[in-house]
């Protein structure tokens, strides 16, 4: 995530599993050199670190639905990504959850593509995080993806100054004090 700039072209899931590529818009949250709380899930194919509220893709009854990572479990089945072949990647659908481990490490990134998914470590995952819907966050987010849209350049100066959370944008800074989150 460290080295992910707005404007790159990112993995994504879409809603019915299909890898596609879409344009990273923006940054929720950013603050590389703070230090976070993470959960490692590991499989016997991948491990993601992510955050306890950030939305991670798991697959029910064939069907993607996003869930809080603090919500995963040993036994949980995430959606797993190759990606390793090229644009035509082939999504692993069930592969389930072996270890969860707490950590802390460096950085905190929430990137926003224009998708609202984003494939970390080939493990597929919401763009959000505080959220129980992945749909009403994507939804929220839509002011930003126009903007971004409409008017790039402006949104890869946006400077990340929010009052209230230190490294998110603006825009997420003001949602999150609406909803009382902060």
Not at 22 to 46: A, D, I, K, M
Not at 54 to 81: M, N, P, R, W, Y
Not at 84 to 100: E, F, L
């Amino acid at each position: 995530m460290r080295d992910v700039e707005i404007g790159d072209a990112v993995r994504v899931v879409g809603p019915t599993g299909q890898v596609e590529w879409s344009q990273v818009c923006g940054w929720l949250h950013r603050e590389p050199t703070s230090v976070g709380e993470y959960l490692r899930l590991t499989t016997n194919r991948r491990q993601l670190n992510i955050s306890g509220e950030h939305l991670v893709a798991t697959v029910k009854g064939g069907k993607v639905d996003f869930v809080k990572a603090q919500e995963v479990g040993v036994g949980s089945t995430i959606l797993e990504c190759d990606v390793s072949t090229g644009a035509s990647a082939t999504p692993i659908w069930g592969n389930k959850v072996q270890k969860v481990e707490k950590l802390r490490a460096e950085g905190i990134y929430a990137p926003l593509t224009v998708a609202g998914t984003i494939v970390v470590d080939g493990v597929a995952a919401s763009c959000y995080a505080n959220t129980r819907s992945h749909t009403a966050a994507h939804a929220a987010m839509k002011p930003m993806r126009t903007m971004w849209r409409h008017n790039p350049e402006k949104m890869q100066k946006q400077p990340h100054v929010a009052k209230h959370i230190p490294g998110a944008h603006r825009y997420v800074d003001v949602l999150a004090r609406v909803a009382g989150k902060v």
